[in-house]
Protein backbone atom coordinates (compact mmCIF):
# COMPACT_ATOMS: atom_id res chain seq x y z
CA UNK A 1 0.00 0.00 0.00
CA UNK A 2 2.63 2.07 1.06
CA UNK A 3 4.75 1.15 -2.15
CA UNK A 4 1.59 2.35 -4.56
CA UNK A 5 1.23 5.45 -2.46
CA UNK A 6 4.73 6.57 -3.24
CA UNK A 7 4.37 5.84 -7.04
CA UNK A 8 1.57 7.48 -6.78
CA UNK A 9 3.63 10.65 -5.68
CA UNK A 10 6.55 10.33 -8.00
CA UNK A 11 3.95 10.46 -10.85
CA UNK A 12 1.90 13.19 -9.37
CA UNK A 13 5.54 14.72 -9.10
CA UNK A 14 7.12 14.42 -12.57
CA UNK A 15 3.39 15.44 -13.96
CA UNK A 16 3.59 19.05 -11.48
CA UNK A 17 7.48 19.07 -13.38
CA UNK A 18 6.25 18.93 -16.91
CA UNK A 19 3.25 21.47 -16.27
CA UNK A 20 6.14 23.63 -15.10
CA UNK A 21 8.61 23.07 -17.61
CA UNK A 22 5.44 23.49 -20.23
CA UNK A 23 4.01 27.01 -18.55
CA UNK A 24 8.08 28.09 -18.39
CA UNK A 25 9.07 27.77 -21.97
CA UNK A 26 5.43 28.81 -23.13
CA UNK A 27 6.01 32.32 -20.99
CA UNK A 28 9.48 32.68 -22.61
CA UNK A 29 7.95 32.09 -25.97
CA UNK A 30 5.44 34.92 -25.12
CA UNK A 31 8.50 37.26 -25.13
CA UNK A 32 10.20 36.22 -27.97
CA UNK A 33 7.59 35.50 -30.81
CA UNK A 34 7.75 39.63 -31.51
CA UNK A 35 11.35 39.29 -32.70
CA UNK A 36 10.94 37.17 -35.21
CA UNK A 37 13.46 38.44 -37.85
CA UNK A 38 16.03 38.30 -35.44
CA UNK A 39 14.92 34.47 -34.80
CA UNK A 40 14.81 34.14 -38.44
CA UNK A 41 18.10 35.25 -38.61
CA UNK A 42 19.25 32.81 -36.09
CA UNK A 43 17.33 29.86 -37.75
CA UNK A 44 19.33 30.29 -40.92
CA UNK A 45 22.76 30.28 -39.17
CA UNK A 46 21.95 27.69 -37.75
CA UNK A 47 21.46 25.71 -41.18
CA UNK A 48 24.69 27.17 -42.68
CA UNK A 49 26.73 25.95 -39.07
CA UNK A 50 25.08 22.44 -39.80
CA UNK A 51 26.01 22.00 -43.16
CA UNK A 52 29.68 23.35 -42.84
CA UNK A 53 30.31 20.88 -39.93
CA UNK A 54 28.92 18.24 -42.37
CA UNK A 55 30.97 19.43 -45.47
CA UNK A 56 34.31 19.31 -43.59
CA UNK A 57 34.86 15.44 -43.08
CA UNK A 58 33.89 15.36 -46.50
CA UNK A 59 36.86 17.12 -47.58
CA UNK A 60 38.94 15.19 -45.11
CA UNK A 61 37.92 12.10 -46.38
CA UNK A 62 38.72 12.77 -50.23
CA UNK A 63 42.06 14.30 -49.25
CA UNK A 64 43.09 10.48 -47.59
CA UNK A 65 41.38 8.53 -50.34
CA UNK A 66 41.72 10.11 -53.27
CA UNK A 67 44.27 13.06 -53.68
CA UNK A 68 47.02 11.43 -51.39
CA UNK A 69 47.05 8.20 -53.86
CA UNK A 70 46.70 9.87 -56.96
CA UNK A 71 49.73 12.53 -55.49
CA UNK A 72 47.65 15.35 -57.00
CA UNK A 73 49.18 18.80 -55.65
CA UNK A 74 47.23 20.97 -56.81
CA UNK A 75 43.83 19.53 -55.54
CA UNK A 76 45.30 18.64 -52.26
CA UNK A 77 46.12 23.01 -51.88
CA UNK A 78 42.20 23.65 -53.12
CA UNK A 79 41.36 21.11 -50.98
CA UNK A 80 42.97 22.18 -47.91
CA UNK A 81 41.84 25.76 -49.18
CA UNK A 82 38.19 25.10 -48.91
CA UNK A 83 38.69 23.35 -45.60
CA UNK A 84 39.96 27.05 -44.03
CA UNK A 85 37.15 28.59 -45.86
CA UNK A 86 34.50 26.53 -44.84
CA UNK A 87 36.42 27.03 -40.89
CA UNK A 88 36.25 30.69 -41.15
CA UNK A 89 32.82 30.61 -42.40
CA UNK A 90 31.58 28.12 -39.81
CA UNK A 91 33.21 30.92 -37.03
CA UNK A 92 31.62 33.51 -38.44
CA UNK A 93 27.99 32.00 -38.56
CA UNK A 94 28.68 30.73 -34.61
CA UNK A 95 29.54 34.29 -34.07
CA UNK A 96 26.70 35.76 -35.76
CA UNK A 97 24.18 32.70 -33.54
CA UNK A 98 25.94 34.07 -30.96
CA UNK A 99 25.47 38.24 -30.95
CA UNK A 100 21.93 37.22 -32.18
CA UNK A 101 20.21 35.26 -29.98
CA UNK A 102 22.28 37.48 -27.02
CA UNK A 103 19.76 40.31 -28.10
CA UNK A 104 16.61 37.78 -28.43
CA UNK A 105 17.42 36.87 -24.74
CA UNK A 106 18.19 40.43 -23.42
CA UNK A 107 14.78 41.78 -25.28
CA UNK A 108 12.85 38.72 -23.72
CA UNK A 109 14.41 39.10 -20.21
CA UNK A 110 13.87 42.96 -20.28
CA UNK A 111 10.39 42.22 -20.87
CA UNK A 112 9.88 39.54 -18.30
CA UNK A 113 11.71 42.04 -15.59
CA UNK A 114 9.54 44.67 -16.49
CA UNK A 115 6.37 42.53 -16.30
CA UNK A 116 7.35 40.91 -13.19
CA UNK A 117 8.38 44.64 -11.46
CA UNK A 118 5.33 46.10 -12.57
CA UNK A 119 2.83 43.38 -10.87
CA UNK A 120 4.75 43.46 -7.96
CA UNK A 121 4.23 46.68 -7.68
CA UNK A 122 0.92 46.35 -8.14
CA UNK A 123 0.51 43.44 -4.97
CA UNK A 124 -0.67 45.01 -2.01
CA UNK A 125 0.81 45.35 1.46
CA UNK A 126 -0.16 42.09 2.89
CA UNK A 127 2.13 40.27 -0.09
CA UNK A 128 4.76 42.19 1.05
CA UNK A 129 4.44 41.78 5.22
CA UNK A 130 4.66 37.91 4.24
CA UNK A 131 7.66 38.19 2.04
CA UNK A 132 10.83 39.09 2.61
CA UNK A 133 12.91 42.37 0.52
CA UNK A 134 15.74 40.03 0.22
CA UNK A 135 14.04 37.37 -1.19
CA UNK A 136 11.85 39.78 -3.36
CA UNK A 137 15.24 41.48 -4.98
CA UNK A 138 16.48 38.06 -5.69
CA UNK A 139 13.49 36.82 -7.61
CA UNK A 140 13.75 39.90 -9.79
CA UNK A 141 17.72 39.81 -10.71
CA UNK A 142 19.34 36.46 -10.10
CA UNK A 143 16.17 34.68 -10.94
CA UNK A 144 15.07 36.21 -13.95
CA UNK A 145 18.79 36.27 -15.21
CA UNK A 146 18.79 32.57 -15.06
CA UNK A 147 15.89 32.16 -17.48
CA UNK A 148 18.26 33.94 -20.30
CA UNK A 149 19.88 30.47 -20.65
CA UNK A 150 16.84 29.33 -22.23
CA UNK A 151 17.32 32.17 -24.98
CA UNK A 152 20.35 31.67 -25.43
CA UNK A 153 22.70 30.74 -27.98
CA UNK A 154 23.53 27.43 -26.74
CA UNK A 155 20.04 26.97 -27.01
CA UNK A 156 19.70 27.83 -30.78
CA UNK A 157 23.02 25.51 -31.65
CA UNK A 158 21.10 22.86 -29.75
CA UNK A 159 18.48 23.09 -33.04
CA UNK A 160 21.87 23.10 -35.15
CA UNK A 161 23.02 19.92 -33.41
CA UNK A 162 19.96 17.89 -34.09
CA UNK A 163 19.95 19.40 -37.55
CA UNK A 164 23.47 17.59 -37.72
CA UNK A 165 22.87 14.56 -36.31
CA UNK A 166 20.06 14.02 -38.70
CA UNK A 167 21.88 14.68 -41.33
CA UNK A 168 24.67 12.63 -40.18
CA UNK A 169 22.51 9.48 -39.16
CA UNK A 170 21.05 9.44 -42.67
CA UNK A 171 24.44 9.53 -44.05
CA UNK A 172 25.90 6.70 -42.20
CA UNK A 173 22.84 4.63 -42.82
CA UNK A 174 23.25 4.96 -46.41
CA UNK A 175 26.69 4.23 -46.56
CA UNK A 176 27.25 1.81 -44.09
CA UNK A 177 24.01 0.69 -41.96
CA UNK A 178 25.80 -1.57 -39.44
CA UNK A 179 28.45 0.92 -38.12
CA UNK A 180 25.42 3.54 -37.80
CA UNK A 181 23.76 1.15 -35.69
CA UNK A 182 26.59 0.41 -33.44
CA UNK A 183 27.56 4.14 -33.72
CA UNK A 184 23.75 5.12 -32.56
CA UNK A 185 23.72 1.70 -29.66
CA UNK A 186 24.48 4.08 -27.09
CA UNK A 187 21.58 6.52 -27.58
CA UNK A 188 19.20 4.75 -25.00
CA UNK A 189 21.82 4.69 -22.29
CA UNK A 190 22.24 8.33 -22.98
CA UNK A 191 18.39 8.94 -22.68
CA UNK A 192 18.42 7.37 -19.43
CA UNK A 193 20.89 8.43 -17.84
CA UNK A 194 19.57 11.87 -18.49
CA UNK A 195 16.21 11.59 -17.45
CA UNK A 196 17.46 9.78 -14.27
CA UNK A 197 19.63 12.78 -13.50
CA UNK A 198 17.67 15.72 -14.63
CA UNK A 199 15.00 16.26 -12.15
CA UNK A 200 17.67 15.54 -9.43
CA UNK A 201 19.16 18.43 -10.15
CA UNK A 202 16.16 20.68 -10.58
CA UNK A 203 15.64 19.67 -6.85
CA UNK A 204 19.36 20.51 -5.99
CA UNK A 205 19.29 23.97 -7.53
CA UNK A 206 15.58 24.79 -6.17
CA UNK A 207 17.36 24.37 -2.56
CA UNK A 208 20.17 26.42 -3.90
CA UNK A 209 18.23 29.04 -5.06
CA UNK A 210 15.91 29.36 -1.92
CA UNK A 211 19.18 29.42 0.71
CA UNK A 212 20.19 32.40 -1.36
CA UNK A 213 17.20 33.75 -1.26
CA UNK A 214 17.53 33.68 2.76
CA UNK A 215 21.39 35.00 2.70
CA UNK A 216 19.85 37.95 0.56
CA UNK A 217 17.23 38.44 3.66
CA UNK A 218 20.06 38.25 6.29
CA UNK A 219 22.00 40.37 4.69
CA UNK A 220 19.42 43.31 4.21
CA UNK A 221 17.94 42.71 7.65
CA UNK A 222 21.68 43.46 8.80
CA UNK A 223 22.54 45.87 6.73
CA UNK A 224 19.40 48.21 7.08
CA UNK A 225 19.21 47.58 10.99
CA UNK A 226 22.97 48.33 11.00
CA UNK A 227 22.23 51.13 13.91
CA UNK A 228 20.56 48.60 15.95
CA UNK A 229 22.55 46.22 15.86
CA UNK A 230 25.60 48.89 17.24
CA UNK A 231 23.26 50.24 19.55
CA UNK A 232 22.78 46.63 21.20
CA UNK A 233 26.74 45.26 20.31
CA UNK A 234 24.93 42.21 18.29
CA UNK A 235 27.82 42.08 15.61
CA UNK A 236 29.05 38.82 16.82
CA UNK A 237 25.35 37.07 17.14
CA UNK A 238 24.44 38.55 13.41
CA UNK A 239 27.39 37.10 12.33
CA UNK A 240 27.10 33.67 13.29
CA UNK A 241 23.42 33.68 12.19
CA UNK A 242 25.01 35.03 8.66
CA UNK A 243 27.90 32.19 8.95
CA UNK A 244 25.16 29.48 9.62
CA UNK A 245 23.38 30.44 6.42
CA UNK A 246 26.78 30.52 4.00
CA UNK A 247 27.31 27.16 5.52
CA UNK A 248 23.78 25.75 4.41
CA UNK A 249 24.63 27.35 0.95
CA UNK A 250 27.92 25.78 0.98
CA UNK A 251 26.58 22.34 1.87
CA UNK A 252 23.48 22.80 -1.01
CA UNK A 253 25.36 23.76 -3.82
CA UNK A 254 28.13 21.16 -3.41
CA UNK A 255 25.47 18.71 -3.54
CA UNK A 256 23.74 20.20 -6.49
CA UNK A 257 27.69 20.44 -8.12
CA UNK A 258 27.53 16.86 -7.13
CA UNK A 259 25.38 16.01 -9.49
CA UNK A 260 26.14 18.06 -12.21
CA UNK A 261 29.84 16.59 -12.29
CA UNK A 262 29.10 12.72 -12.23
CA UNK A 263 26.16 13.57 -15.26
CA UNK A 264 28.69 14.91 -16.79
CA UNK A 265 31.45 12.29 -16.46
CA UNK A 266 29.11 9.66 -17.39
CA UNK A 267 28.12 11.05 -20.70
CA UNK A 268 31.45 11.54 -21.83
CA UNK A 269 31.93 7.47 -21.14
CA UNK A 270 29.33 6.51 -22.83
CA UNK A 271 30.74 8.93 -25.84
CA UNK A 272 33.85 6.95 -25.69
CA UNK A 273 32.06 3.59 -25.54
CA UNK A 274 30.78 5.07 -28.91
CA UNK A 275 34.06 5.79 -30.57
CA UNK A 276 35.91 2.84 -29.31
CA UNK A 277 32.99 0.77 -31.10
CA UNK A 278 33.13 2.37 -33.94
CA UNK A 279 36.91 2.72 -34.36
CA UNK A 280 37.34 -0.88 -33.48
CA UNK A 281 34.18 -2.08 -36.12
CA UNK A 282 35.98 0.45 -38.57
CA UNK A 283 39.34 -0.91 -38.71
CA UNK A 284 37.68 -4.83 -38.75
CA UNK A 285 36.10 -3.48 -42.05
CA UNK A 286 39.02 -1.44 -43.32
CA UNK A 287 41.14 -5.06 -42.62
CA UNK A 288 39.07 -6.89 -44.72
CA UNK A 289 38.97 -4.47 -47.25
CA UNK A 290 35.19 -3.27 -46.89
CA UNK A 291 36.12 0.83 -46.10
CA UNK A 292 39.47 3.09 -46.70
CA UNK A 293 41.17 4.60 -43.98
CA UNK A 294 39.21 8.02 -45.21
CA UNK A 295 36.10 6.17 -44.36
CA UNK A 296 37.00 5.48 -41.13
CA UNK A 297 38.41 8.99 -40.02
CA UNK A 298 35.60 10.48 -41.59
CA UNK A 299 33.61 8.44 -39.27
CA UNK A 300 35.34 9.65 -36.63
CA UNK A 301 34.58 13.05 -37.01
CA UNK A 302 30.82 12.69 -37.57
CA UNK A 303 30.84 10.63 -34.31
CA UNK A 304 32.30 13.71 -32.83
CA UNK A 305 29.63 15.42 -34.51
CA UNK A 306 27.10 12.87 -33.17
CA UNK A 307 28.46 13.22 -29.86
CA UNK A 308 28.40 17.28 -29.50
CA UNK A 309 24.60 17.16 -29.53
CA UNK A 310 24.67 14.73 -26.32
CA UNK A 311 27.00 17.04 -24.65
CA UNK A 312 24.83 20.08 -25.00
CA UNK A 313 21.77 18.27 -24.47
CA UNK A 314 23.42 16.89 -21.40
CA UNK A 315 24.67 20.84 -20.62
CA UNK A 316 21.20 21.70 -21.11
CA UNK A 317 19.55 19.73 -19.11
CA UNK A 318 21.55 21.51 -16.34
CA UNK A 319 20.39 25.09 -17.43
CA UNK A 320 17.00 23.67 -18.07
CA UNK A 321 16.37 22.47 -14.57
CA UNK A 322 18.61 25.34 -12.56
CA UNK A 323 15.84 27.84 -14.82
CA UNK A 324 12.86 25.91 -13.99
CA UNK A 325 13.77 26.32 -10.43
CA UNK A 326 14.31 30.24 -11.07
CA UNK A 327 11.04 30.25 -13.23
CA UNK A 328 9.26 28.42 -9.81
CA UNK A 329 9.77 31.25 -7.80
CA UNK A 330 9.25 34.25 -10.28
CA UNK A 331 5.63 32.46 -11.21
CA UNK A 332 4.62 32.28 -7.43
CA UNK A 333 5.02 36.39 -8.02
CA UNK A 334 2.79 36.39 -10.70
CA UNK A 335 0.38 34.14 -9.86
CA UNK A 336 -0.56 35.81 -6.84
CA UNK A 337 -3.50 38.02 -7.18
CA UNK A 338 -4.29 41.13 -5.27
CA UNK A 339 -6.79 41.80 -2.47
CA UNK A 340 -6.84 44.87 -2.86
CA UNK A 341 -7.91 46.07 -6.37
CA UNK A 342 -10.27 48.09 -8.47
CA UNK A 343 -13.44 47.12 -9.81
CA UNK A 344 -13.52 46.71 -13.49
CA UNK A 345 -14.49 49.73 -15.31
CA UNK A 346 -14.05 51.83 -11.94
CA UNK A 347 -13.99 55.60 -12.49
CA UNK A 348 -11.39 57.79 -10.65
CA UNK A 349 -12.36 59.22 -7.84
CA UNK A 350 -12.64 63.33 -7.67
CA UNK A 351 -12.12 65.46 -4.88
CA UNK A 352 -14.43 64.88 -2.46
CA UNK A 353 -15.34 66.40 1.31
CA UNK A 354 -17.08 65.03 4.31
CA UNK A 355 -16.37 62.83 7.14
CA UNK A 356 -14.43 59.47 7.10
CA UNK A 357 -16.50 57.06 8.92
CA UNK A 358 -15.61 52.92 10.01
CA UNK A 359 -18.92 51.39 11.16
CA UNK A 360 -18.17 47.91 13.42
CA UNK A 361 -15.40 47.48 11.38
CA UNK A 362 -13.14 44.39 11.62
CA UNK A 363 -9.42 43.65 10.40
CA UNK A 364 -7.08 41.25 10.40
CA UNK A 365 -3.38 41.20 9.04
CA UNK A 366 -3.36 37.51 9.34
CA UNK A 367 -6.51 34.92 9.74
CA UNK A 368 -7.45 34.68 13.26
CA UNK A 369 -5.72 37.10 14.86
CA UNK A 370 -8.35 40.36 14.70
CA UNK A 371 -6.31 43.75 14.94
CA UNK A 372 -9.48 45.70 15.12
CA UNK A 373 -13.14 44.14 15.85
CA UNK A 374 -16.36 45.90 16.09
CA UNK A 375 -14.01 49.74 15.54
CA UNK A 376 -15.92 52.59 15.82
CA UNK A 377 -14.92 56.08 14.52
CA UNK A 378 -15.76 58.95 13.01
CA UNK A 379 -13.20 61.79 11.58
CA UNK A 380 -15.13 65.17 10.99
CA UNK A 381 -14.25 67.43 8.05
CA UNK A 382 -12.13 70.00 8.53
CA UNK A 383 -10.25 68.95 12.21
CA UNK A 384 -7.28 67.97 12.85
CA UNK A 385 -7.40 64.55 14.63
CA UNK A 386 -4.78 62.79 16.75
CA UNK A 387 -4.89 58.93 17.30
CA UNK A 388 -3.14 58.16 20.41
CA UNK A 389 -2.90 54.59 21.83
CA UNK A 390 -0.48 52.01 23.03
CA UNK A 391 2.67 50.69 20.63
CA UNK A 392 0.41 48.01 18.77
CA UNK A 393 -3.21 49.19 19.16
CA UNK A 394 -4.03 49.82 15.74
CA UNK A 395 -3.13 53.19 15.01
CA UNK A 396 -1.05 52.85 11.75
CA UNK A 397 -3.64 50.00 10.91
CA UNK A 398 -6.20 52.76 10.69
CA UNK A 399 -4.32 54.99 8.50
CA UNK A 400 -3.28 52.31 5.99
CA UNK A 401 -7.20 51.32 6.08
CA UNK A 402 -7.95 54.75 5.17
CA UNK A 403 -5.57 54.85 2.46
CA UNK A 404 -7.08 51.34 0.84
CA UNK A 405 -3.70 49.86 1.56
CA UNK A 406 -5.27 46.50 3.21
CA UNK A 407 -8.78 45.04 2.82
CA UNK A 408 -11.05 45.21 5.16
CA UNK A 409 -12.26 41.63 6.48
CA UNK A 410 -15.68 42.73 8.41
CA UNK A 411 -17.81 45.70 8.21
CA UNK A 412 -21.06 47.60 7.56
CA UNK A 413 -20.18 51.17 6.40
CA UNK A 414 -15.99 52.68 5.39
CA UNK A 415 -16.63 55.21 3.61
CA UNK A 416 -16.80 59.19 3.10
CA UNK A 417 -19.37 61.51 2.87
CA UNK A 418 -20.50 65.16 2.54
Not at 258 to 272: G, H
Not at 282 to 311: K, T
Not at 334 to 357: H, M, N
Request: aromatic share 10%; glycine share 4%; with cysteine.
Amino acid sequence: MKQTQHSGDQQQSRELHFISLRIMFKEMFLHTRTQWVLLMLGAVTVIAISILEFMIPQLTKEIIDQIIPEKRYYALLETGGLILLASLLLGIFKFSSSYVMTIVSQKAILQLRNKLHKHTLSLDLKFFDRNRTGDLMARLTSDVNQLQELASADSLSIIADVITFAAIVGYLLYTDWQLALITLTTLPFLFVTSRYFSQRIKSAYRAVRHISAQLNNSLQDTLSGIRMIKSFASEDAEGKQFEALSEQHRIATVSASLLTATFSPIIDWLNYVGMTSVLLFGAWQAMQGNMSVGDIVAYLAYLRLLQAPIRSFSRMITKVQQSAAAFERIQEVLATVPEVYDKEGAIVLPPVKGQIVFDDVEFAYEEGHPILQNFQLRLPCNQTTALVGSSGSGKSTIAYLIARLYRISDCRYCWSSG
